[in-house]
């Protein structure tokens, strides 16, 4: 069965520090990738996605994740962290090309920054 | 495009009473997908419909259970509510259908369930 890990449960770092997210996933084949964020008090959204093309994605606010197939990862990166992206980030994967896949979640990386 | 809107917003249900969610999706979108997320389980898939047919399922018992409307409205019902049923339900549409290339989910701000 698939599955989504997010080994850091809560990352503390300070203003302008570099951000680095690890997401794994288990699935033998090809699979559609995404990054989405919570801030407080707001809905999901989508930070960042990968179906196909080159593995490094930029997304919104300055995020960008590399998909490496062979380490089965798609960790999530910023050079320089802001107060304002304090929040909960989820990776998660859905396996493509299948009408009956389904999309799994990782268990979430709080990020708290010091301002 | 006005965004994912679910109702309500807040819930406060007993045990064993049965409840019913809705959820509004993005004008054009034709898949709607259902999460029950808490601070224990995280975000857990319940179930995802498309054109009014249920196209996956999670795994929860039976007692929840879903619907599609031909305007693409979704609804979420839970029945014999549980304590642990209580968590934020999750709705989120999609252009197109889990696995293919436009599936990029849109949440709502969810509906908060309290089961006492």
């Known amino acids: 069965a698939q599955s989504v890990s997010q080994h850091n449960h809560h990352v503390i770092l300070s203003e302008a520090a570099s951000l680095e997210l690890g997401c794994n996933y288990s699935?033998?084949?090809?699979?559609?990738l995404f990054w989405y964020v919570q801030y407080p008090g707001q809905h999901l959204q989508l930070l960042l996605k990968?179906?196909?093309?080159?593995?490094l994605v930029k997304g919104i606010k300055g995020f960008e994740a590399e998909f490496i197939k062979s380490k089965f990862s798609f960790n999530l990166r910023k050079p320089s962290v802001q107060w304002s992206d304090t929040a909960e980030y989820f990776c998660?994967?859905?396996?493509?090309?299948?009408?009956?896949?389904?999309?799994?979640f990782g268990s979430g990386t709080r990020l708290s920054i010091r301002p | 495009k006005a965004g994912v809107t679910q109702t309500p917003r807040y819930l406060i249900k007993t045990r064993g009473q049965q409840v019913t969610l809705s959820c509004s999706p993005i004008?054009?979108?034709?898949?709607v997908s259902w999460y029950q997320q808490t601070p224990g389980q995280g975000l857990q898939f319940l179930f995802e419909?498309?054109?009014?047919?249920?196209?996956n399922k999670g795994n929860f018992p039976g007692r929840f259970s879903g619907r599609q409307f031909s305007n693409s409205r979704s609804e979420m019902n839970v029945s014999t509510l549980e304590l642990g049923d209580s968590a934020l339900y999750l709705c989120?549409?999609?252009?197109?259908?889990?696995?293919?290339?436009?599936?990029?989910?849109?949440f709502g701000p969810g509906t908060r369930l309290t089961v006492t």
């Open positions: 989120a549409s999609s252009l197109g259908l889990a696995g293919s290339n436009s599936y990029e989910q849109y």
């Open positions: 699935y033998g084949g090809t699979v559609n």
């Open positions: 990968y179906f196909s093309g080159d593995p």
């Open positions: 998660a994967v859905n396996p493509a090309y299948s009408s009956a896949s389904k999309i799994i």
């Open positions: 004008s054009g979108h034709r898949s």
């Open positions: 419909y498309f054109s009014e047919t249920q196209r």
